[in-house]
């Protein structure tokens, strides 16, 4: 079997899967997939360049602010909002990956955390545009272009968001094994190496968070439609490190096990806190025994590729770290 | 017209001089060696012909064009590759793959996201080659990091091959090995010059290896080129002598 086969099976189980559902899962499933989307396009940064990204929340709250700014006002069709939404993102995503990229390590970390909780903060300061504390609500799904109305419906929409999630997984597939993608393995494995060689690495750097902000606007525009409003908690740190979990979790560097962890923690989250408050505790839990036992991720335990994932690796090279100049 | 040219290079840290007003010139085809004791600025100019580090005065001139200042990365598509004193790959990928990376580096599709494919398939047999070329091979599948520290620097040699440079800097590329591996390392250094339009520095603490390979010499003491000239000339100057015995002040 190989990964065509394996592809084609999942998105069948995908598609049927709503009929072996009751009505109210549908709702968190749909939540479960975009979320995957999300964590799969933070993977680009986390898992195949090692560029640890605190502030993935500015990627989906840009993308959710601005399709349901788009919907709410102009009598965009639904597929269009999106789309344009996802452009506005990665056009302002360019100024930002471009001073983020200046820095690595913490400080890169640091400089994406400051430019979501920038986004935040002006969510409240400019009230007038973005609703403030409200955010806005009553987002609409208009009908498509040739009148496509099918994802009006909540079974309509759930296979929009899957061809979303699929069409997005097969391109960034198709990225990382590209000429461009095996540089930011190499980038990830060294850095001074691969400049030394040749590859200007800051512009892999710089277009890699561009992707991933591209994709996760992509996540955040499918967002905003669908709960039919776009919160400032979109854009807070704390989405940012759920969505981080979620990756190292799945398995960082994979594209797939963070899908499978971003699906996983939305649906456990949604089942674990009907039964306690205490819900985060037991994710707490979780998430330490991964760190430490399992740091190939949900997606390294099923393929049995132990220690082989991008951070398992690293935490194997720190001891050999190179020195550059000497 | 040489095709290396330092023009009164010169490297400050703090109250040290590193490299001191350093001129020298490298024929194509030339082999040479640049000795010296351990801090004698050996390390620091082949960072400063790289544009690892930024000259304090003098320039670089290659192949005829000024490149000081220029960036990293820059330096390298203009046709100079190098390894590391301390060997540098990247190593969770397999060999091959570390080759390929070097091969793809000199290639116009290496920023291609799609349709790659051709790009890939032509650095993947430019990387065979040099695997091959460095007797390598049969580790191609192996990861770098688990290569023995003998085959790694190898490897690194495969990787600068690779980027078909016209300029090769190897830094102490037998440090560490056993006196088979240097053989091997030799000959195939000597190998790769004797049908290639290819220049070589290298930076060698074992006097066999430059007396083996080295066309010319140079003797850095202090950052300061003390002596310059062919293997045998070089050892038997008094001042060269002296230098490695410490007297020379």
Redesign the interface.
């Given at each position: 079997m190989n990964w065509k086969h394996g592809f084609i099976g999942a998105a069948l189980l995908c598609a049927l899967l709503p009929f072996a559902l009751p009505q109210y899962m549908l709702t968190i499933v749909v939540e479960a997939l975009i979320f995957g989307l999300l964590a799969m396009s933070l993977d680009l940064m986390v898992g195949y360049c090692r560029l640890y990204s605190f502030g993935h929340a500015a990627a989906y709250g840009l993308g959710a602010y601005a399709c349901g700014m788009l919907l709410k006002h102009f009598a965009l069709p639904l597929p269009i909002g999106i789309l344009l939404a996802v452009a506005i993102t990665v056009v302002i995503a360019i100024p930002i990956a471009w001073i983020c990229t200046r820095s690595t390590g913490v400080s890169f970390a640091m400089l994406t955390l400051a430019f979501a909780q920038l986004g935040y903060a002006m969510l409240y300061r400019f009230k007038e545009i973005t609703g403030g504390s409200d955010g806005i609500d009553g987002i609409p799904r208009p009908p498509g272009p040739f009148n496509i109305a099918w994802f009006e419906s909540k079974l309509g929409y759930y296979y929009l968001v899957l061809f979303c999630l699929l069409g997005s997984y097969l391109l960034c597939r198709?990225?990382v094994r590209?000429?461009?993608?095996?540089?930011l393995?190499?980038i990830r494995?060294?850095e001074?190496?691969?400049?030394?060689?040749?590859?200007?690495?800051r512009r892999y750097k710089l277009a890699t968070v561009v992707l991933a902000y591209g994709f996760g606007a992509l996540a955040g525009a499918l967002y905003a439609p669908f709960a039919g409003f776009a919160s400032p908690e979109l854009f807070f740190w704390l989405t940012s490190g759920r969505v981080l979990i979620m990756v190292v979790v799945g398995g960082a560097g994979t594209l797939v096990g963070p899908i499978l962890g971003g699906g996983a923690f939305l649906i456990l989250e949604n089942e674990l806190s009907q039964l306690t408050d205490s819900w985060p505790l037991i994710f707490g839990t979780i998430f330490i025994a991964f760190v430490m036992f399992a740091p190939q991720g949900i997606w390294g335990l099923i393929t049995g590729r132990f220690g082989?994932s991008?951070i398992a690796?690293?935490a194997?090279?720190t001891e050999?770290a190179?020195?550059?100049?000497? | 017209m040489p095709l290396l040219e330092l023009d009164g290079l010169s490297r400050r840290f703090g109250a040290l001089l590193a490299v001191d007003t350093v001129d020298l010139r490298v024929e194509t085809g030339e082999i040479r060696a640049i000795i010296g004791p351990n801090g004698a600025g050996k390390s620091t100019l082949f960072n400063l012909i790289t544009s690892v580090v930024k000259p304090t005065a003098g320039r670089v001139r290659f192949a005829n064009e000024d490149i000081t200042g220029l960036p990293v990365q820059e330096v390298a598509q203009k046709g100079i590759a190098r390894t590391f004193q301390l060997c540098h790959l990247f190593p969770a990928l397999s060999a091959r793959e570390n080759v390929r990376i070097a091969a793809q580096a000199r290639d116009q599709g290496r920023w291609r996201f799609f349709g790659g494919d051709a790009v890939l398939r032509r650095s993947a047999e430019q990387a065979d080659a040099a695997l091959q070329r460095l007797g390598l091979e049969r580790h191609a599948d192996a990861l770098a990091g688990t290569l023995g520290h003998g085959d790694q620097r190898l490897l690194e040699v495969a990787m600068a091959l690779a980027q078909r440079p016209r300029l090769l800097l190897l830094d102490e590329p037998t440090q560490g090995l056993s006196v088979k591996e240097t053989d091997h390392t030799v000959d195939i250094l000597k190998s790769m010059l004797a049908d290639r339009d290819l220049s070589m520095i290298l930076v060698e603490h074992d006097m066999e290896v430059v007396f083996r390979l080295a066309d010319f010499v140079t003797v850095l003491h202090r950052g300061r080129v003390l002596a310059d000239g062919p293997p045998a000339v070089v050892k038997e100057s008094a001042q060269v002598r002296s230098a490695y015995l410490g007297e020379f002040a």
């Open positions: 198709a990225i590209s000429p461009f993608g095996t540089v393995a190499a494995e060294n001074v190496k691969a400049r030394s060689l040749g590859y200007n690495t082989r991008a690796a690293s194997a090279r050999e190179p020195d550059a100049a000497a | -």
